[in-house]
């Protein structure tokens, strides 16, 4: 048994949601109607733009491998259209809840406003500790990594051995999976949280692999990640993908010098 040799993960495009949201966090709150505040999180449809955005991924994705071993789905609405929008050749895909977004609890599809109000001592902690913050009746990223994460990297382990995977998931599952696959220490990844460089925008792709891109050798463990994502090209009227460098990474090892360093960096608090 062992890790596939690459996997690839994508968030869903815009959806409905993102365009409530979005539009709430520029003040306008006239789209949380009463209608669309009892829509379950698992049902929102993608928008015309999101539907742009998975065919421009599905297409660089083909071009990068035409066919995979594993396609693997979230059961919500907008990560099921984002697949069949990608359109890859020969896909079956298979449903799997440990896929799907993280639970906002109480607080899915309410106002700032609202939460500030009704949840004011919770809406500190949401803007002092995005790790281990847990939405009311919700979960923390951290739960999402512990809890979901080690269950999938477990399955992938005992089924997709020397595999290609592709997934179509949701951006705070992309998130616990980058946290547990790279081993992120809290403070990186309260720098990569608050980073708009590393931010996961609608139908960004992780591209996850254990064999060097210089050499072409093989690891036992992920050990290399590409990220792309579709951006719209305003001098040609069009989407592209935007392509990072590969980056490599390893897994951090302590010493104790390395401790009391960490513990240095915080101030004492009485």
Same mark, same amino acid.
């Given at each position: 048994?062992?890790?596939?040799?690459?996997?690839?993960? @994508?968030?869903?495009? &815009?959806?409905?949601?993102?365009?409530?949201?979005?539009?709430?966090?520029?003040? *306008?709150?006239?789209?949380?109607?009463?209608?669309?505040?009892?829509?379950?999180?698992?049902?929102?449809?993608?928008?015309?733009?999101?539907?742009?955005?998975?065919?421009? @991924? /599905?297409?660089?994705?083909?071009?990068?491998? !035409?066919? %995979?071993?594993?396609?693997?789905?979230?059961?919500?609405?907008?990560?099921?259209?984002?697949?069949?929008?990608?359109?890859?050749?020969?896909?079956?895909?298979?449903?799997?809840?440990?896929?799907?977004?993280?639970?906002? /609890?109480?607080?899915?599809?309410?106002?700032?406003? #609202? %939460?500030?109000?009704?949840?004011?001592?919770?809406?500190?902690?949401?803007?002092?500790?995005?790790?281990?913050?847990?939405?009311?009746?919700?979960?923390?990223?951290?739960?999402?990594?512990?809890?979901?994460?080690?269950?999938?990297?477990? =399955?992938?382990?005992?089924?997709?051995?020397? &595999?290609?995977?592709?997934?179509?998931?949701?951006?705070?599952?992309?998130?616990?999976?980058?946290?547990?696959?790279?081993?992120?220490?809290?403070?990186?990844?309260?720098?990569?949280?608050? =980073? #708009?460089?590393?931010?996961?925008?609608?139908?960004?792709? %992780?591209?996850?692999?254990?064999? #060097? !891109?210089?050499?072409?050798?093989?690891?036992?463990? %992920?050990?290399?990640?590409?990220?792309?994502?579709?951006?719209?090209?305003?001098?040609?009227?069009?989407?592209?993908?935007?392509?990072?460098?590969?980056?490599?990474?390893?897994?951090?090892?302590?010493?104790?010098?390395?401790?009391?360093?960490?513990?240095?960096?915080? *101030?004492?608090?009485?």
């Amino acid at each position: 048994m062992g890790m596939p040799l690459d996997l690839y993960v @994508i968030r869903h495009g &815009e959806s409905e949601a993102n365009v409530i949201i979005s539009a709430g966090e520029q003040g *306008d709150n006239s789209l949380y109607t009463q209608d669309n505040v009892t829509v379950p999180d698992r049902s929102w449809r993608l928008t015309a733009t999101g539907r742009k955005q998975a065919d421009c @991924i /599905g297409r660089w994705l083909v071009s990068q491998q !035409p066919l %995979f071993d594993r396609y693997l789905v979230s059961p919500y609405v907008r990560t099921r259209e984002t697949a069949a929008t990608m359109a890859l050749p020969k896909a079956k895909w298979e449903e799997t809840r440990v896929l799907r977004e993280r639970s906002w /609890g109480e607080i899915n599809t309410i106002t700032k406003d #609202d %939460f500030k109000t009704n949840y004011a001592r919770n809406w500190m902690f949401k803007n002092t500790d995005p790790l281990y913050w847990r939405p009311p009746a919700g979960e923390s990223i951290a739960d999402v990594a512990e809890n979901r994460v080690h269950n999938l990297l477990t =399955s992938l382990n005992r089924k997709s051995d020397a &595999e290609s995977v592709v997934m179509v998931s949701h951006g705070d599952l992309m998130l616990a999976l980058m946290l547990t696959l790279e081993d992120l220490s809290d403070e990186e990844f309260m720098h990569r949280a608050a =980073s #708009d460089e590393w931010k996961i925008t609608n139908c960004t792709c %992780f591209h996850y692999s254990r064999r #060097d !891109p210089a050499t072409g050798r093989t690891h036992k463990r %992920f050990c290399w990640e590409q990220t792309a994502r579709p951006v719209f090209d305003d001098a040609e009227g069009r989407w592209a993908v935007k392509v990072d460098d590969w980056r490599e990474f390893k897994r951090p090892v302590l010493s104790n010098g390395d401790l009391v360093d960490v513990v240095h960096a915080v *101030d004492r608090h009485l």
